[in-house]
């Protein structure tokens, strides 16, 4: 198991454009298991422009502060892109483009564009970082510049899980009695 370190928010604004890398990856998630206990997806990722991909079975543990454990085995590109035709439209699924940005040569930029129904206006950005006390983190005593795209964190609000994304994008009948609106009516799609 590997330690993943991120933190998750939406962004502002279109800038993030300018300063990011040429290629970009395009995405599938089927997720076979989503419990409080773990999640277990199935990915395929392909290059945009090199081709090259990947495909594995992806198993994350719930998160503690900022941190997860996470299991990542690689399957052969026929088996992952066979079982991402054969369960996506029996278990929740999620299809995202994803850019990256480069911020001083040590902080990496994912930012996710997502292109599943209903989902098709988000845009959210995420970093990994290298340890918990990494400057501008809680608990780490320093704050750090953010570029100016970026927006909300949304780090701790599981309504942006890639997991329960792809369980909700499904089912638009969770709507507040109030408003009539379900929670992914109401994002601020600014970009």
Known sequence: ???????????????????CKKDRMIIEHV?????????????????????DHKACINIKMPREGLTREETEIELDWFTGSSLIVLLKDKFPSVQKVRHFVDIDGHLYWEIDCFTSKGLQDLVMAE?????????????SGSDWIKPDWIGQEVTDESGYYNAILAEKRNFPHDLNEETGLSPYDIWDFSC
């Open 127 to 139: 970093v990994e970082l290298p340890y918990e006390g990494y400057p501008g983190n809680p608990g």
């Open 1 to 19: 198991m590997t330690k993943e370190i991120e933190r998750k928010f939406l962004i502002a604004n279109d800038d993030w454009r300018e300063e």
């Open 31 to 51: 997720y076979i298991a989503n419990t409080p206990e773990l999640s277990v997806r199935i990915s395929t990722q392909t290059w945009f422009l090199s081709k």
